[in-house]
């Protein structure tokens, strides 16, 4: 059984990659912030007992439920807010509404900052997150885990909830993929 110290000890260690991870994912960082805080609290609350070397995985698999979570809650929202807005619209115009807008990081983010106002090493490593955000859900999920978490191959099929091979095909595509997105922007790795 962890003990409180423990508990807190992991949570602190895994705070800043869960929230990078959610980043990734949803691009928004306020939402980021809230899914990982969700994310502790249930581990805590639900899980607080298991034994400290259980806490790493249950925790990666309750982040990819809470991320999930709150794709699913955008879709519902987004399905009603294109609903009552096609009410609204008695002119017969076209809306100005692009969907490729929504994509765009907020003003004020770090996301949003020039590339002028960075050093080279932050240069890179911007070019290098902007790349994986890039990557479809399950191949960032798979690279996220293997890489940035360093989980091994049978830890991520069972946080992913999918089969071995399944992570080795997500991983290789994602990998391929992000060395020619680097590649064509000239960073060498």
Known sequence: MATDKE???????????????ALFATRKEEAALDIVQDAMMKLAEKY?????????LLFQRILQNAIHDHF??????????????SLASDDGGEDDFDALDSLAPEA?????????DMVA????????????????LRQREAFLLRYWEDMDVAETAAVMGCSEG??????????HAL????KAKGIRL
């Open 72 to 85: 699913r809650r955008e879709k519902v929202r987004n399905s009603w807010i294109t609903a009552f807005s």
């Open 7 to 21: 508990l807190s000890d992991f949570l602190q260690a895994a705070e800043r990659r869960a929230y990078k991870h």
């Open 179 to 182: 060395a020619q997105a680097l």
């Open 108 to 116: 004020g983010t770090r996301a949003a900052e020039s590339a002028e």
């Open 166 to 175: 399944s992570v080795k095909t997500h991983c290789s595509r994602a990998t």
């Open 48 to 56: 607080g007992d298991k034994p400290i070397t259980e806490l790493p």
């Open 121 to 136: 090493r932050e240069q890179m490593v911007a070019a290098i997150e902007a790349e994986i955000g890039k990557l479809p």
